[in-house]
């Protein structure tokens, strides 16, 4: 694959990553994708609890190096008086801060946005929660399968009359992220003209609703709870998985396409269909769901996943595989795209990773390096930004208020 260019879109922009785990290393991976110098301060001992996250190999974290790339890392412990003066005398150097602490963590130690902003009036200063910074849960602590519960993701999803269940990916943890890139990029843009900075607050429960923009639409329409729907949609049918000889597809009838019913059940065989009262109309087969589904089932069995899609595609029937994560890796389209970039890691080697989805023509994003160890920076970025010679640095160091490395991973 052809390198990036060595600069992206935010080359110019300068965020400092307080971040751990998955929604805030995931929107300052976004940002370092789209090129911004990108710097992860880490608290040592240990740094980003995502250290020890599996797999594990030789004490390197593969969860930490797919969210991490291509950003530098430094090591300052905020709680001593020394740490806590570099943090005020770093700020100045950076357009962005980026935290996802429980409210308030920030404030405790005395480096708030209310603080901060008079020390770098510039600063945008995006902050990720569970719950927000107002509201009665602000306090409450909330992982990725909380919110998804509190915001009713997984009330909807899972089979009709089972139970809840949780979506295959980290929702709820991405979407916050994404969000939150969004509205750097957006506060970044608005800087330009004012020329200061702001806060940005982000609720991961915020997030789950507005992604869920269609059911609390029906639910404000209609009165009605949505429910469980298995891989169905709620008002076009077919739309969802079917079962075949080999596997399972999706089929997904558009609304308003003339003659795609009659199509459909010529091809199926089932030509005694397409002016059944029952299915004459998407709403009347959603309505009639019930009894139209076995039949379906049951036609699909008797041929590959494979033969009806180039049956259905004839007809430009939407239609495709469910492929699992080794067919996707192996789809020539995924290859052209480059949507998996192999990536250096001095332990792992070279591993292909998800790499930034985001196509522009001038100014490409994509993966911009390999995952950084705890303080591998700090010296780097010290004499970079305050300009410290290796004299202060190295006392700084001996007194463990600056780290340039961390001790070997222990999985208990």
Not at 109 to 129: C, D, F, Q, W
Not at 235 to 245: E, K, N, W, Y
Request: include cysteine; aromatic fraction near 6%.
């Amino acid at each position: 694959m052809p390198p990036l260019p060595t600069t992206g879109p935010l080359h110019d922009l300068r965020v400092l990553d307080l971040t751990w785990v998955l929604s805030g290393p995931f929107c300052t991976m976004t940002l370092a994708d789209l090129g911004a110098d990108v710097i992860k301060l880490e608290r040592p001992p240990y740094g980003d609890v995502a250290r020890t996250t599996g797999p594990i190999v030789e004490g390197e974290s593969g969860y930490f190096f797919s969210i991490n790339r291509g950003k530098r890392s430094i090591a300052i412990d905020l709680r001593t008086d020394e740490g806590h003066a570099l943090f005020l005398d770093l700020i100045r150097e950076f357009d962005v801060l980026v935290e996802n602490f429980t409210p308030g963590s920030m404030d405790a130690l005395g480096l708030g946005y209310v603080t901060l902003s008079k020390v770098n009036p510039r600063l945008i200063y995006a902050a990720i929660s569970g719950y927000g910074q107002t509201g009665p849960l602000r306090t409450k602590p909330a992982l990725d399968v909380i919110v998804q519960g509190a915001g009713g993701v997984m009330s909807v999803t899972g089979e009709l009359g089972g139970g809840p269940v949780r979506p295959g990916l980290s929702q709820g943890d991405i979407t916050a992220g994404l969000y939150c890139a969004i509205a750097i990029l957006a506060a970044a843009h608005e800087r330009a003209r004012s020329g200061r900075g702001q806060f940005i607050d982000i609720s991961m429960l915020d997030c789950q609703i507005a992604v869920q923009e269609n059911a609390f639409m029906r639910y404000a329409m209609s009165g009605e709870i949505p429910q469980r729907l298995g891989t169905r949609h709620p008002s076009a049918v077919p739309f969802q998985a079917f079962p075949t000889q080999d596997g399972h597809m999706v089929i997904a009838l558009a609304w308003g396409v003339p003659n795609q019913w009659a199509l459909f059940c010529s091809e199926l065989g089932l030509t005694e269909l397409i002016d059944d009262e029952r299915f004459h109309s998407s709403a009347a087969r959603s309505r009639n769901h019930a009894e139209l589904e076995p039949i379906l089932n049951a036609a699909l069995c008797q041929r590959t996943t494979g033969e009806w899609v180039a049956a259905l595609e004839r007809y430009e029937i939407p239609c495709g595989p469910i492929n699992n994560i080794a067919e996707v890796a192996a789809m020539p389209q995924v290859q052209q795209r480059e949507m998996l970039r192999p990536t250096p890691h001095r332990v792992f080697g070279e591993v292909p990773l998800a790499n930034s989805p985001l196509r522009m023509s001038t100014t490409p994003a994509g993966i911009r390096g390999t995952s950084p160890d705890m303080g591998q920076h700090s010296r780097e970025v010290l004499v970079e930004l305050l300009h410290l010679d290796a004299a202060r640095i190295a006392d700084l160091v001996a007194r463990q208020v600056v780290w340039e490395e961390r001790p070997p991973v222990e999985l208990g």
